[in-house]
């Protein structure tokens, strides 16, 4: 059995005692690394250690060189790259279902906006056009009461020109029975009539 071992403490090939996926995922976590030189004293052939600390509690399989456990270490070592490799897919392919929703959204989003503004621009042109209508109407109607104000304005004036008229006729009446009242030495009947006489 010591002819067995010693070869094996002299092969080229180092045990590992981490898994190779572990030490890269625990790349941004902190390391502490250590060498160690083979009892040959080649130095081109140092092990190098990785120690992690892991936030989950999981055991991790050792791989070794023993011939009794080795295919089972390698087995449990396929089924965790296994796994990592259908959790990768899972993740890109929601990420790229994620990616596709979003795309969705902001095509939909720019879809409506276009709708609004449209939508807008149309009640905008159709409000103007009803200003514009309602501004004519407007014009008018007020050029309308405008003649209309003119209208009553020349009636009134020539009522006001009747009844200046009018006036002078019985202020000209009156001077004149005053005076043929004045020649005749009469009194008119009517003046006492209105104070009850």
Not at 20 to 26: F, G, H, Q, S
Not at 107 to 115: D, G, L, P, Q, R
Not at 120 to 140: I, V
């Amino acid at each position: 059995m010591a002819e067995e071992q010693a070869p094996s403490e002299n092969s080229s090939a180092p045990i590992v005692t981490k898994d190779v996926l572990e030490e890269n995922t625990a790349s941004d976590q902190p390391a502490m690394v250590s060498e160690e030189k083979h009892a040959t004293g080649d130095e081109s052939k140092a092990l190098a250690i990785v120690e992690t600390e892991k936030k989950e509690a999981a055991v991790e399989p050792v791989l070794s060189k023993s011939s009794e456990g080795g295919s089972l270490d390698r087995d449990a070592f396929l089924v965790k790259v296994n796994t990592e490799k259908r959790l990768a897919l899972v993740k890109a392919w929601e990420e790229n279902e994620k990616a596709k929703a979003e795309n969705k959204y902001y095509k939909s989003v720019s879809t409506i906006t276009a709708w609004e503004n449209t939508k807008k621009s149309s009640a905008e042109t159709r409000m103007k056009r009803a200003e514009e209508k309602l501004e004519k109407q407007k014009a008018a109607y007020v050029e309308k009461m405008k003649n209309e104000i003119a209208i009553i304005h020349k009636q009134a004036e020539e009522k006001k020109a009747m009844a200046e008229a009018k006036r002078g006729e019985d202020m000209l009446k009156a001077e004149e029975s005053s005076a043929k009242y004045n020649a005749t030495g009469q009194v008119p009947k009517k003046f006492f009539l209105c104070f009850g006489g």
